[in-house]
């Protein structure tokens, strides 16, 4: 980070700049050995000619003499020399590639805890470290090779001048041609590399989200519409890679035209200038330099995409850690224990996206011990003020002054991370202070609830908290917040997930006249009521009220009206669920490893689909027949009579052109086809198999693990998959070829095939079976590092402000040096392999100059010649093919885990749901719960005991209990999210258990989930009317009946007022991304203009209304909109209300008609009329 702060560059080359200066001595460390592979490169044609001169000289059969001896001893130097510098230079690119990864890697995280909230919310940090450095990681092999590659060029050049004078210049004719499609790709690369990287971005943001939110839209019934969204974002991101698959296609082309058809033209014009016969002594020399000159120049060009490639995902990347930081602009005064701990000063918080300020000179000053709470209308600003203190808000003006900017704090919506209940608590500290440790989770509650747990505190959050309830995630917040000790505490409406009696045993242990936040005389800003309440109207701070009675005066405070009094705390029953332990799926054996079965090839071919097979595979056939039997030809043509040199040429011209179209074939089917049609079939059933997933797989799975799936996963699909599997069908019949070849010229090597197959089954079985497992632990490994990111993005204002920046830089250089481990070794593997392979090659070349010392006589120089050629070829194609096959089988891996979801992973829809309830179901909506026990899993005990429930069509039934009672379980099970141990639940007759789940949700209900979840990459369209069964006027009326369109239209930065079609059209139109963040009152606010909406959509059927805390975050004044729309656009609909503030709710139950439950330890303890006086 400091050379990329020193690197004053304002350039697109500013992060490469610094990159390389902070690894000057990995980055040049590749060059010496690079040197050296160049020299015994081309040291190989000046051994072919002595070879061949050697067969062609003297006929003495000797195999060991002076002309023999240093022969085959040439040979051994040559190609161990060639081994052994290869594999030092490419281990010093692996050590590079590492340090790279490990460099980027950490400079996104850290501009991730640096970001403004709202930036780091867009998931795009997991895509520049799931698509883009995987690609950047090759940039110091990219320099390497293209300088190498130049010398090579120039010094192949040389040599090809001293064999076929002026000649030599023509294969640079077709250079230059070529060059122009390099000019054209330069000019059009870059930007569609971008917009591909940028559509992956968009579609994993809106996965990452879904993920993350899947609980709240399985309640809603949301999997097809949200299924449909993400596919479509795939579509997009598919045809934007198109874009640059063409490109890509008609380079390819190009590239190999020059490698194809310029030895084919320079040889033939050469030839055609000769007046005898062809001579192998200088044919086959020629040929092995024109591939000395045309391969180099090839790479060059293969080299300029890369590059171009490369440099768009460093932009990407630099753009992303130049945005700006956050700015601070809070003071530290240092002063004794009587002076003001927060002192705010004119402060106006007014966001350059908003027409109209959220706060306007606000001042205010807090000591030591104060309790001040903050109380106001929803979107008054009351979380914004709390923001401003944390130093979160930004555009603000005005001067705010803190004792310390370590501040504990408790989320609306509390962040917890994927580690452990007593790591949350304890803020990640190494030595627990056990004693206070106990003595805060006893005042905030959570002692029956934790001894309900297997695992006690030890057992790990899932997913921010998914297997926990509303309450429990914010009881472990407020502890994590009160263990910290910090001197200043903000409590954004902690209390609003609690039952009565729980809050009032937390406020008394807590904010009590003996309570340890009283002890402790800790300063709190409390976004609720308190000793001193600061009024907010219309942005401003409207007054300060002291409350005097005897109650402040001793201590105790004036609690909300939800709040009563209670000695002692309840017990629990509920809990968290269950604990987490590792999952089998992720921590398989071995031998669910062995992903060469042949079931993930079938597959993988049923992915890319049979015909898109074959013509791969034919492709890769009529390339590796043309460009082997072209050598052949060559070989006739050295023993022709000058008489037929021009139809053994012309023969040589044709299927050379024949295996440029061949190949130019192979990269279309690769990239057209194979890559597009497996992209977009592996992704949509994986897609699918995730959402049809039961919600016990998301409580017991870590996040990363499944978004992992979805990006590295399917980055492997989209990108390596395809043009390895293309090279490895390439490799196998280019072998073929030339092994027959080479039996038909040396029948005598036909004895070294057995023992070469034998050498290479045991060499690839002893490399498959470590490389499969580290590719397994390299992706799985991967699943933490995507953990760590999604918790610092979801987290990041509670982390800055506890000061946990650098714990959590720590946590990630941990995750990436887990990640690192097996890519490393992976590395160092595939290194082990090529040396092997080099020294075979090196064994089967001194070999055959043995047979040929020892039988010159027989052998005639043009098979000498073409042997040797072959055996440089035959050493490239061999490794390439267990390359190509290796890579195949440790890729595959990403296969094996797609297969294994869809193989493994159990769905909702079971055998036993097969009933249609009909077109017109619900018709009345009659729900009737009998009997039923429910159950976290089939191993859990039952948190539901014997419920019966009889809800008549139009009834309101509010259902209340303590947190832990079952409340939440019972709409589970309602929604089929849990299925029933026994019992059944009927709806107008119809037993849903025998119905599919997603159907019941769909159709049967409209769930209103507490947490208002919206879908940033989505348009306000989507995410108000999913299924597109509302107009533009139904959906502005749904805003208007909730209060929220006039926020929404200014909170879009227009002073106009919105009236015609269009100007809705376009405002329904903008990503949610475009607005500022929602408060959550506001987010339940929108959660029922939504509901409006399925509501006037789904007449004439009536649909059960599930209302899940609705009014938790909403403020009195505006708890009356809730009532308006339960008691007009919902009379006759059948509502289910789980509510801890009741008293509000009452307002719209009808005396005698409507009903309110009880529900204790998992049962329903009452169900009685609502009466007369509420």
């Known amino acids: 980070m400091l050379i990329y702060g020193l690197a004053n560059l304002d350039t697109k080359w500013t992060l490469p700049y610094a990159l390389a200066k902070c690894l000057k001595g990995p980055f040049l460390s590749p060059i010496l050995p690079r040197v050296f592979l160049i020299l015994f490169t081309y040291l190989q044609p000046i051994f072919i000619g002595k070879a061949i001169r050697f067969v062609n000289g003297t006929s003495q059969t000797i195999l060991v003499g002076n002309s023999g001896l240093p022969l085959m001893l040439f040979a051994a130097m040559l190609y161990m020399g060639m081994a052994v510098s290869a594999a030092i230079y490419q281990h010093r690119i692996n050590r590079l590639r590492v340090m790279v990864r490990g460099a980027l890697v950490g400079l996104i995280h850290n501009q991730c805890l640096n970001l403004p909230n709202e930036k780091s919310q867009d998931s795009s940090a997991l895509a520049l470290i799931s698509s883009d450095i995987d690609s950047i990681d090759s940039v110091g092999e990219i320099i390497h090779e293209t300088w190498a590659r130049l010398i090579e060029l120039a010094t192949g050049t040389v040599l090809l001048a001293a064999q076929i004078q002026w000649f030599a210049i023509l294969p640079f004719i077709i250079i230059f041609g070529c060059s122009r499609m390099s000019a054209y790709v330069a000019k059009h690369l870059e930007n569609r590399q971008k917009a591909w990287n940028e559509a992956t971005q968009v579609r994993l943001a809106a996965t990452t989200a879904t993920i993350e939110g899947i609980k709240s839209l399985k309640m809603m019934g949301m999997e097809d519409a949200i299924k449909s969204q993400v596919l479509h974002l795939r579509s997009n991101e598919i045809q934007m890679s198109k874009r640059l698959r063409w490109i890509v296609?008609?380079?390819?082309?190009?590239?190999?035209?020059?490698?194809?058809?310029?030895?084919?033209?320079?040889?033939?014009?050469?030839?055609?200038?000769?007046?005898?016969?062809?001579?192998?002594?200088?044919?086959?020399?020629?040929?092995?330099?024109?591939?000395?000159?045309?391969?180099?120049?090839?790479?060059?060009?293969?080299?300029?995409?890369?590059a171009i490639s490369v440099m768009a995902n460093f932009d990407r990347i630099q753009n992303f850690i130049s945005q700006p930081s956050i700015q601070e602009t809070r003071e530290v005064s240092q002063g004794d224990s009587f002076q003001q701990f927060v002192s705010i000063q004119n402060l106006t918080v007014a966001p350059p996206a908003v027409y109209h300020p959220i706060l306007r000179d606000v001042n205010l000053a807090m000591t030591r011990g104060e309790i001040v709470t903050c109380a106001g209308a929803v979107g008054s600003g009351k979380t914004t003020l709390a923001m401003a203190v944390?130093?979160?808000?930004?555009?603000?003006?005005?001067?705010?002054?803190l004792s310390?900017?370590?501040?504990?704090?408790?989320?609306?919506?509390?962040?917890?991370?994927?580690?452990?209940?007593?790591?949350?608590?304890?803020?990640?500290?190494?030595d627990l202070d056990t004693e206070w440790y106990n003595t805060v989770i006893e005042a905030c509650g959570l002692v029956p609830d934790l001894h309900s747990l297997v695992a006690g505190d030890m057992a790990l959050i899932d997913n921010n908290g998914m297997n926990l309830s509303g309450g429990q995630k914010q009881r472990i917040a407020l502890a994590r917040a009160v263990y910290s000790k910090y001197r200043i505490l903000v409590l954004d409406d902690p209390f609003s997930a609690l039952d009565e009696a729980v809050a009032d045993h937390i406020v008394q242990r807590l904010l009590g006249p003996r309570g340890l936040i009283r002890k402790m005389a800790t300063t709190v800003l409390l976004v609720n009521n308190s000793n001193r309440v600061l009024v907010l109207q219309e942005s401003r701070l409207h007054h300060q009220t002291h409350l005097q009675d005897s109650k402040a005066a001793s201590g105790v405070l004036t609690l909300p009206a939800n709040i009563s009094h209670t000695q002692n705390p309840p017990k629990a029953t509920g809990g968290f669920g269950k604990s987490r332990t590792l999952h089998l799926s992720e921590a398989e054996d071995d031998s669910s490893r062995r992903t060469g079965d042949i079931a993930i090839y079938g597959y993988y071919i049923n992915a890319i689909g049979r015909s898109n097979a074959l013509l791969l595979i034919a492709c890769t056939a009529g390339f590796s027949f043309c460009s082997t039997f072209a050598q052949y030809v060559l070989k006739w043509a050295t023993e022709s009579p000058p008489d037929r040199l021009n139809t053994y040429m012309s023969l040589y011209a044709a299927i050379s052109f024949t295996g440029w179209v061949a190949t130019s074939g192979t990269a279309w089917a690769a990239q057209m086809k194979v890559a597009i049609r497996s992209g977009a079939f592996l992704h949509a059933q994986l897609l699918d198999r995730i959402l049809k997933a039961p919600l016990s797989y998301f409580t017991g799975t870590d996040i990363g693990v499944i978004v992992n799936r979805f990006g590295q996963d399917i980055n492997l699909v989209d990108k390596q998959l395809p043009p390895t599997l293309a090279?490895?069908?390439?490799?196998?019949?280019?072998?073929?070829?030339?092994?027959?070849?080479?039996?038909?010229?040396?029948?005598?090597?036909?004895?070294?095939?057995?023992?070469?197959?034998?050498?290479?089954?045991?060499?690839?079985?002893?490399?498959?079976?470590?490389?499969?497992?580290?590719?397994?632990?390299?992706?799985?490994?991967?699943?933490?590092?995507?953990?760590?990111?999604?918790?610092?993005?979801?987290?990041?204002?509670?982390?800055?402000?506890?000061?946990?920046?650098?714990?959590?830089?720590?946590?990630?250089?941990?995750?990436?040096?887990?990640?690192?481990?097996?890519?490393?070794?992976?590395?160092?593997?595939?290194?082990?392999?090529?040396?092997?392979?080099d020294c075979i090659m090196t064994g089967f070349a001194v070999i055959l100059i043995a047979f040929t010392i020892s039988y010159r006589n027989t052998t005639a120089g043009a098979d000498l010649g073409l042997a040797l050629n072959l055996i440089i070829v035959a050493n490239t194609t061999l490794l390439k093919l267990v390359q190509s096959w290796t890579a195949l089988e440790t890729s595959l891996g990403a296969i094996a885990r797609l297969k294994s979801v869809q193989d493994c992973l159990p769905t909702e829809d079971s055998a036993g749901h097969t009933l249609d309830p009909g077109l017109r179901w619900p018709s009345f909506g009659n729900l009737q719960v009998n009997d039923i026990s429910v159950g976290y899993s089939n191993s859990s005990p039952p948190t539901l005991h014997n419920v019966s429930l009889t809800v008549k069509p139009g009834q309101k039934t509010v259902l209340v209990g303590r947190t832990g009672s079952g409340k939440s379980t019972l709409m589970l099970s309602l929604l089929q999210l849990l299925g029933p141990s026994q019992g059944f639940t009927l709806i107008d007759d119809i037993n849903v258990t025998h119905v599919c789940p997603r159907t019941v949700r769909k159709r049967g209900f409209i769930a209103v989930p507490q947490d208002g979840l919206t879908i940033s990459t989505a348009?306000?369209?989507?995410?108000?009317?999913?299924?597109?069964?509302?107009?533009?006027?139904?959906?502005?009326?749904?805003?208007?009946?909730t209060g929220l369109w006039d926020k929404i239209h200014s909170i879009a930065g227009s002073a106009e007022k919105v009236g015609t079609s269009r100007k809705i059209q376009n405002l329904l139109d903008l990503p949610m991304s475009s607005f500022l963040p929602f408060s959550a009152g506001q987010l339940q606010l929108f959660a029922l203009s939504r509901t409006l909406l399925r509501v006037w959509s789904s007449a004439p059927h009536k649909p059960i209304v599930i209302l899940d805390e609705v009014s938790s975050s909403l403020d009195s004044e505006t708890e009356s909109v809730l009532i308006d729309i339960i008691r007009d656009d919902l009379r006759d609909y059948t509502v289910v209300i789980i509510a801890h503030r009741v008293a509000g709710i009452m307002g719209a139950m009808r005396p005698g008609i409507d009903a309110i439950a009880t529900m204790k330890d998992g049962r329903l303890q009452t169900v009685s009329f609502i009466d007369s006086s509420g």
């Not at 498959?768 to 953990?787: A, I, Y």
């Not at 006027?1033 to 208007?1040: D, K, R, T, Y």
């Open 249 to 306: 296609v008609a380079y390819n082309a190009s590239a190999n035209a020059l490698g194809i058809i310029a030895p084919v033209l320079t040889l033939i014009l050469f030839l055609s200038s000769q007046s005898d016969r062809m001579h192998a002594d200088q044919t086959f020399p020629a040929l092995a330099l024109l591939a000395m000159v045309t391969h180099p120049a090839n790479m060059v060009m293969t080299l300029i995409p890369q």
């Open 390 to 401: 944390l130093g979160e808000a930004t555009g603000t003006t005005g001067s705010i002054c």
């Open 404 to 430: 310390s900017k370590e501040i504990a704090y408790c989320a609306q919506e509390p962040w917890l991370p994927s580690i452990t209940i007593r790591e949350a608590i304890s803020g990640h500290t190494v």
């Open 1019 to 1041: 348009s306000l369209r989507f995410n108000l009317d999913p299924y597109h069964t509302s107009s533009e006027q139904e959906i502005s009326l749904s805003l208007q009946r």
């Open 727 to 837: 090279n490895l069908n390439t490799q196998i019949f280019k072998l073929l070829m030339q092994l027959v070849l080479l039996i038909k010229i040396r029948p005598m090597m036909t004895l070294t095939v057995p023992v070469c197959a034998i050498c290479v089954y045991i060499i690839q079985r002893i490399y498959l079976r470590t490389s499969r497992q580290l590719r397994f632990l390299e992706l799985e490994s991967k699943s933490s590092l995507f953990t760590n990111f999604l918790d610092t993005a979801n987290g990041i204002v509670t982390i800055r402000a506890f000061g946990w920046k650098d714990k959590f830089e720590n946590e990630n250089v941990q995750a990436l040096d887990l990640s690192q481990k097996p890519f490393y070794l992976l590395l160092c593997l595939q290194c082990w392999l090529k040396v092997i392979l």
